[in-house]
C-alpha cells in the first residue's frame, strides 16, 4: 500500500509541475494594450510595438543570467534572418539591466531588435499567459495581433518551423 501511496504521490507531484509550465490564457485587454507599450532598445532609441502590429511577430521574453535564454538566442537570430523576408518579426524584451544587455549583445550580437523591459516585463508575462513568470518565455502574434501561440522555456527548431508554416 505505501508503494502505491508514493506512485501517486509522484504522479500527482508531476502532474502539477506540468500544469505549472504550461502557459494560461491571455488576457485580452492586456494583449490589447500589448501594442500601445514603446520599450526603449539598449541604445536609447524607442522601440514602439504598434509599429510591429499588422506583421506575425514573435516575442521573446529573456535575461542575461538565464541559461536557456542565451542558448536560444542563435536560433531565434536565425529564424529572423530566415524570415523576415517573408514578414515575419522578432523582437527581445529583456528583463534585465540594460548595461548586462549592452555587454551581452557587444559579445552575442543579434540582427533583431531588443526592448529593454526591466523588472515590469515579469508582470508583461503573466498578462500573456506566463503563470510562473520563468524564462524565456516566448509568444507569437498573428497579423492581427492576437495571440497565437506560447511557450515557456526554450523553443526548438521544431517549435519555430511550425510557428512559421502556419502563419
Do not use: Y
Amino acid at each position: 500500500m505505501t508503494g502505491a501511496v508514493a506512485a501517486g504521490a509522484v504522479a500527482a507531484g508531476a502532474g502539477v509541475a506540468w500544469w505549472r509550465l504550461q502557459p494560461g490564457a491571455a488576457d485580452d485587454a492586456a494583449v490589447q494594450a500589448l501594442w500601445a507599450l514603446s520599450f526603449q532598445t539598449p541604445q536609447g532609441t524607442a522601440l514602439p510595438l504598434a509599429a510591429m502590429r499588422g506583421r506575425p511577430l514573435l516575442m521573446n521574453f529573456w535575461a542575461t543570467w538565464c541559461p536557456p535564454c542565451v542558448e536560444e538566442m542563435p536560433l531565434l537570430d536565425g529564424f529572423f534572418r530566415q524570415h523576415s523576408p517573408k514578414g515575419w518579426q522578432v523582437v527581445g524584451l529583456a528583463i534585465d539591466q540594460p548595461s548586462a544587455v549592452r555587454t551581452f549583445l557587444a559579445r552575442r550580437p543579434v540582427t533583431f531588435p531588443i526592448g529593454m523591459a526591466g523588472l515590469e516585463g515579469t508582470e508583461l508575462t503573466k498578462q500573456l499567459g506566463n503563470l510562473t513568470g520563468g524564462l524565456p518565455f516566448t509568444v507569437v502574434f498573428g497579423p492581427d495581433g492576437a495571440v497565437r501561440q506560447r511557450r515557456m522555456g526554450r523553443v526548438s527548431e521544431a517549435d519555430l518551423a511550425a510557428w512559421a508554416q502556419a502563419s
